[in-house]
């Protein structure tokens, strides 16, 4: 299973390198990247063109696992803080003048409440890759609280995939199981189901009148 997950991760990052612009100087595109939110240190996107879901070790798609490249731009404090980390563990900086913000590549485990990122880029202006770590940490999402910039950067996306479902399912490299198929089938019918017509509470005036003929 975890290599069918790093079989699609590896093709994300491939389209997720492709589209890339010139310079990260350039407007980042809206129509691939969807900014979530920016703090005094960071821009936080998604790529909403290769959002998808995971497939399990069959081949059938797994809802309950997203997987997505998202893309941070730091400002220039956020540089010197990744810089001098780099520095203290004793890590190659060629290319770390240029240094612009960084590449993840998340898969959101949505039963099991974790995010792993599974790859981590540092980029230059260029957003060439400056260097690569493998599965750097994972995060249990009820360990942040709702004020967390990480927890809100998380739930955007997730929130963005509960709205996008069937285009990520077309995007998905698998096979929707007949079980899911049905699942979604019976849901989509309960929301085409037209809302129950309760009777409306009588006027105000139509009460005085009753009152008025009881008298």
């Not at 563990?89 to 240094?99: A, H, I, Q, V």
């Not at 009820?142 to 955007?156: H, Q, Y």
């Amino acid at each position: 299973m975890q290599k069918k997950w790093g079989a699609a991760l590896l093709v994300c990052a491939a389209l997720f390198m492709g589209t890339r612009p010139a310079s990260a100087a350039e407007e980042i595109p809206k129509h691939i990247y969807e900014w979530v939110q920016s703090t005094a240190r960071q821009g936080y996107y998604f790529n909403k063109e290769q959002i998808q879901y995971a497939s399990d070790a069959h081949g059938y798609i797994d809802l309950t696992k997203i997987v997505v490249p998202t893309l941070r731009i730091y400002d220039n404090i956020q540089i010197q803080d990744v810089v001098s980390k780099r520095r203290w563990r004793m890590l190659p900086l060629n290319g770390y003048s240029d240094l612009t913000g960084a590449a993840e590549y998340l898969l959101i485990d949505l039963r099991a409440g974790v995010v792993h990122v599974t790859s981590h880029e540092d980029l230059d202006s260029h957003w060439g890759t400056l260097s690569r770590e493998e599965n750097t940490k994972e995060i249990t999402l009820s360990s942040l609280s709702n004020k967390d910039v990480e927890k809100k950067f998380f739930d955007a996306i997730i929130n963005y995939a509960v709205g996008h479902q069937e285009e990520m399912i077309r995007r998905s490299r698998g096979i929707l199981s007949d079980a899911d198929r049905a699942a979604l089938e019976k849901k989509k019918e309960k929301l085409a189901e037209p809302a129950d017509n309760t009777p409306e509470k009588p006027a105000k005036k139509d009460k005085k009148e009753k009152k008025k003929n009881k008298k």
